[in-house]
């Protein structure tokens, strides 16, 4: 392997790195660079095990609503997935605009102003109640509106009920 020393690779570092972040090998030798990824994938796994623990879960959750709702009837099973498809627009568009407030805290965490932390997520959560009004509005006309969008009436009903 080839092998540098740590005066051969150029000072392009202006910060020092987060306690979390990545690091990759300074010296490309066969024993240290096993240890370094070894080091590397423990803090990815770190990240990447609660993660699918949680969307392992999310799935048992969705299967479970599935299943309860299919032993309801047919009818119920196909107005919860109307009822999803149009949550999901909303929450979709608010997750999305709310994607700038993570963004602004975790820049605030990471200067250490953690009293900006929390002004920034209380604004956030303003923000995601102002962009969640237009649901509430639409809630009401639920029915109507998933009948004029060629949904069968009897479904269309038990969506409409089930959105509020």
Known sequence: MLMRAESEIPDTHVSPPHESAIRLPVVVGEEENVI???????????????????QLLRLVGDS?????????????????????SVQYVFFNTALIS??????????????GNHAQVGLVFRQGLIFGGLISLPFLGVSPFAESLLVATGQPRHVARIAGLLCY
């Open 64 to 84: 479970a609503t599935v299943y309860i709702m299919a032993v309801a009837g047919e009818d119920e099973l196909a107005a919860t997935g109307l009822i999803d």
């Open 98 to 111: 709310l994607v700038s407030v993570a963004i602004s805290a975790g820049k605030e965490k990471g200067k």
């Open 36 to 54: 370094s990824y070894c080091k590397a994938l423990k803090q990815v796994l770190r990240l990447a095990i609660p993660y699918s623990l949680a």
